[in-house]
T-cell receptor, first 115, second 115 residues
Framework: GAVVSQHPSRVICKSGTSVKIECRSLDFQATTMFWYRQFPKQSLMLMATSNEGSKATYEQGVEKDKFLINHASLTLSTLTVTSAHPEDSSFYIC???????????FGPGTRLTVL | GNSVTQMEGPVTLSEEAFLTINCTYTATGYPSLFWYVQYPGEGLQLLLKATKADDKGSNKGFEATYRKETTSFHLEKGSVQVSDSAVYFCALSDLGYSSASKIIFGSGTRLSIRP
């Protein structure tokens, strides 16, 4: 089946630093990738949708200058949390879609802890 | 806007018990409906889906029927196993006809099965 990986799986950083999270589709080309955020014991909240080669579309309330998304190829999207603060600590999950429709394959997630 | 409401957990059952996790939705149009499962330490996996009214999705002994009249998509299993212990998310797709769909998730229900 379709596999999506994320790296790193866990990261701890100091307040004020930037952190980059990678999302890769390993065995298919992903025209669209999605980034979600999941707080403890809560649901996944969509942050942004990115299509290969174009700018990401951010959901309302998500700061695009703080959460930089790059989808440079059909198998890789990156999320950079800039100037991270403790309130950015969360579980970040990506998903990848091969095209039109509603099929998304999810990565295992990245737990970010900002001290 | 579109939303999903599901039964709060945690739900604890004995092995071989009958399971129901309630899910209702609010949506314009005719979204697809999903149940995703997140096993401990793993990413989300699609458990089952239904794309139109009265469709029944099924997988691994789990079933859910798309009920338009009650806007519901309740998850059921006749006899649960310890290996079914996980967090279950009800979700719907916000269909994008020119791109991959957004998925809107419920809050998740943690299920624990006692041997």
């Amino acid at each position: 089946g379709a596999v999506v990986s994320q790296h790193p799986s866990r990261v701890i950083c100091k307040s004020g630093t930037s952190v980059k999270i990678e999302c890769r589709s390993l065995d298919f080309q992903a025209t669209t990738m999605f980034w979600y955020r999941q707080f403890p014991k809560q649901s996944l909240m969509l942050m942004a949708t990115s299509n290969e080669g174009s700018k990401a579309t951010y959901e309302q309330g998500v700061e695009k200058d703080k959460f930089l998304i790059n989808h440079a190829s059909l198998t890789l999207s990156t999320l950079t949390v800039t100037s991270a603060h403790p309130e950015d600590s969360s579980f970040y999950i990506c998903s990848a879609s091969p095209g039109l429709g509603d099929t998304q394959y999810f990565g295992p997630g990245t737990r970010l802890t900002v001290l | 806007g579109n939303s999903v409401t599901q039964m709060e957990g945690p739900v604890t059952l004995s092995e071989e018990a009958f399971l129901t996790i309630n899910c209702t939705y609010t949506a314009t149009g005719y979204p697809s409906l999903f149940w995703y499962v997140q096993y401990p330490g793993e990413g989300l996996q699609l458990l089952l889906k239904a794309t139109k009214a009265d469709d029944k999705g099924s997988n691994k002994g789990f079933e859910a029927t798309y009920r338009k009249e009650t806007t519901s998509f309740h998850l059921e299993k006749g006899s649960v196993q310890v290996s079914d212990s996980a967090v279950y998310f009800c979700a719907l797709s916000d269909l994008g006809y020119s791109s991959a769909s957004k998925i809107i998730f419920g809050s998740g229900t943690r299920l624990s099965i006692r041997p």
